[in-house]
C-alpha cells in the first residue's frame, strides 16, 4: 500500500530530486518488532523474511525504518535504526518535537548509489491519534514514527536550473544551519557548509 500510494502521487516525475520516501516506526521491544514484521505480509517483501534492526545492540528505543521507496538501490535502508547515529537522532528528535515537517542538516544517503552526493531530508513526526500531541511532553510521549523525504541536493539544483541557461550560471548552495543554531548546539551541520557547486565557469554567482 505504501508503494502504491507513492506511485499514485507520481513524486519521481512531479519532483525529480527525491531520492527516496521513508516511514520509520519507534520501537521499544526489538525482538518483537522484528518477529512481527517477519511474519506480516503487507511489509517489503524482498527483505521481510529476514528482517533485522540495525544496528545490532540494545538501546532504549528504537527508530527503524520499514518501508522505503524506491526499494531497489536503497536495501541497505530497510531496518536501520535511524537513531542509532548521533547526527540522525539529533534531527529526528527536533523532527519529533516540532508539529511541523523540517528539514534535516546535510544527510548522507543510506543506499548503495549516491553514497557520495550530499542530502537534505524533510522529516515529518507521526503521533498517536488516540492521545493528544498539543505541548511538548505530549508530543514526545505520543512520537509514534517518521516520515522521511530525502533530496539529492546536487538533483535539485540540477532541476532548478534546467531552463535557466544552466551552462552560463554558477549556483552554490550552502547549509547555514538550523534556524538559531550556535556552535554550542553540538550535532549537526556545521553553517556555512557548501552542499553544492555547480562547478560551471560563472557569469555570476547565485
Same mark, same amino acid.
Given at each position: 500500500?505504501?508503494?502504491?500510494?507513492?506511485?499514485?502521487?507520481?513524486?519521481?516525475s512531479?519532483?525529480p530530486g527525491?531520492?527516496?520516501?521513508?516511514?520509520?516506526?519507534?520501537?521499544?521491544?526489538?525482538?518483537?518488532?522484528?518477529?512481527?514484521?517477519?511474519?506480516?505480509?503487507?511489509?517489503?517483501?524482498?527483505?521481510r523474511?529476514?528482517?533485522?534492526?540495525?544496528?545490532?545492540?540494545?538501546?532504549?528505543?528504537?527508530?527503524?525504518?520499514?518501508?522505503?521507496?524506491?526499494?531497489?538501490?536503497?536495501?541497505?535502508?530497510?531496518?536501520?535504526?535511524?537513531?542509532?547515529?548521533?547526527?540522525?537522532?539529533?534531527?529526528?528528535d527536533?523532527?519529533?518535537?516540532?508539529?511541523?515537517a523540517?528539514?534535516?542538516?546535510?544527510?548522507?544517503?543510506?543506499?548503495?548509489?549516491?553514497?557520495?552526493?550530499?542530502?537534505?531530508?524533510?522529516?515529518? $513526526?507521526?503521533?498517536? %491519534?488516540?492521545? #493528544?500531541?498539543?505541548? =511538548?511532553?505530549?508530543?514526545?510521549? @505520543?512520537? *509514534? &514514527?517518521? /516520515?522521511?523525504?530525502?533530496?539529492?541536493?546536487?538533483?535539485?539544483?540540477n532541476?532548478?536550473?534546467?531552463?535557466?541557461?544552466?551552462?552560463?550560471?554558477?549556483?552554490?548552495?550552502y547549509?547555514?544551519?538550523?534556524?538559531?543554531q550556535?556552535? $554550542?548546539?553540538?550535532a %549537526?551541520?556545521? #553553517?556555512?557548509?557548501? =552542499?553544492?557547486?555547480?562547478?560551471? @565557469?560563472? *557569469? &555570476?554567482? /547565485?
Open positions: 500500500e505504501f508503494r502504491h500510494y507513492l506511485d499514485n502521487m507520481r513524486l519521481a512531479r519532483y527525491i531520492r527516496s520516501v521513508s516511514y520509520g516506526e519507534r520501537v521499544f521491544d526489538r525482538q518483537e518488532f522484528e518477529k512481527k514484521v517477519r511474519a506480516y505480509p503487507g511489509i517489503q517483501p524482498a527483505g523474511a529476514d528482517f533485522t534492526i540495525k544496528p545490532a545492540g540494545t538501546r532504549p528505543e528504537y527508530l527503524a525504518v520499514l518501508y522505503v521507496e524506491p526499494f531497489a538501490g536503497h536495501e541497505e535502508a530497510y531496518g536501520v535504526d535511524i537513531t542509532a547515529d548521533a547526527t540522525r537522532r539529533e534531527q529526528a527536533r523532527a519529533r518535537d516540532t508539529p511541523l523540517i528539514a534535516s542538516g546535510t544527510t548522507p544517503l543510506v543506499s548503495s548509489a549516491g553514497k557520495n552526493l550530499a542530502a537534505i531530508s524533510l522529516q515529518l $513526526a507521526l503521533y498517536k %491519534g488516540d492521545v #493528544p500531541a498539543l505541548t =511538548l511532553a505530549q508530543r514526545r510521549d @505520543a512520537f *509514534s &514514527g517518521m /516520515l522521511d523525504i530525502t533530496f539529492a541536493v546536487r538533483d535539485l539544483a532541476e532548478a536550473l534546467e531552463d535557466r541557461a544552466a551552462h552560463e550560471i554558477r549556483l552554490e548552495i547549509d547555514q544551519g538550523y534556524l538559531g550556535d556552535a $554550542a548546539m553540538g %549537526g551541520s556545521a #553553517p556555512g557548509s557548501l =552542499l553544492h557547486d555547480s562547478g560551471y @565557469a560563472a *557569469s &555570476g554567482t /547565485l
